[in-house]
């Protein structure tokens, strides 16, 4: 079965450090996204990425970077975590734009205390 | 930023009835993808439907696109209480050929047993 999958399911982290979150896909997927999902604001796109090395700004990409040296792999940084970055994050993968649709991963419920 | 708007933003109903929500956005698309999502999970693709088709089908659900009138409506017909999820719609602008995805705010619903 065809997965995305994503490190953690809850996290809990102090304001000011560094907070790596992890997805991995293994349908040789081209395109990567990380969003956020908040009440009220629905999701937003932070950063995507269409192939290795690649990486493009979403629509809130402040305060986060990304990684993506391995196809399978692409990695979301946030660089010193602030309280307002607690959220659930998405990750999701798609093939060839227009091909498919997204598949997710179960989502990381991230708190910055 | 947020182009389709999903209405209604709530809906309760009862076992066996037909549930129908709609979907507005504004600008020009190459497809338009629905997604459930369970209470605290990542989302799952449903359906998806290209800007050159009216209607599509899959199992217990409609989806229909108006280009025209830049809206799509989401029938689940004979609902059950599994059906019970956060709904969401997803434009493909195909603007930048990444397959990035802007989503609604999406409809909750509630299917009573």
């Known amino acids: 079965d065809v997965k995305v999958t994503q490190s953690s399911r809850y996290l809990v982290k102090r304001t000011g450090e560094k907070v790596f979150l992890e997805c991995v896909q293994d349908?040789?997927?081209?395109?990567m996204f990380w969003y956020r999902q908040d009440p009220g604001l629905g999701l937003r796109l932070i950063y995507f990425?269409?192939?290795?090395?690649?990486?493009e700004k979403g629509d809130i990409p402040e305060g986060y970077s990304v990684s993506r040296e391995k196809k399978e792999r692409f990695s979301l940084i946030l660089e010193s975590a602030s309280t307002n970055q607690t959220s659930m994050y998405l990750c999701?993968?798609?093939?060839?734009?227009?091909?498919?649709?997204?598949?997710f991963g179960s989502g990381t419920r991230l708190t910055v205390v | 930023s947020q182009q389709g708007e999903e209405d209604p933003q709530a809906l309760s109903i009862q076992e066996g009835e037909n549930a129908t929500m709609n979907c507005s956005y504004k600008t020009s698309i190459n497809n338009l993808q629905w997604y459930r999502q369970n209470s605290g999970r990542g989302l799952v693709h449903l359906i998806l439907i290209r800007s050159n088709e009216r209607e599509k089908h899959s199992g217990r659900l409609r989806v229909t696109l108006d280009t025209s009138k830049k809206s799509s409506s989401l029938l689940i017909t004979a609902s059950r209480a599994a059906d019970t999820a956060s709904y969401f719609c997803a434009t493909d602008p195909g603007s930048s050929n990444t397959g990035k995805l802007i989503f609604g705010q999406g409809t909750t619903l509630q299917v009573k047993p």
């Open positions: 999701a993968s798609t093939p060839s734009p227009g091909t498919g649709g997204y598949t």
């Open positions: 990425s269409y192939d290795v090395k690649m990486k």
């Open positions: 349908m040789d997927h081209e395109n």
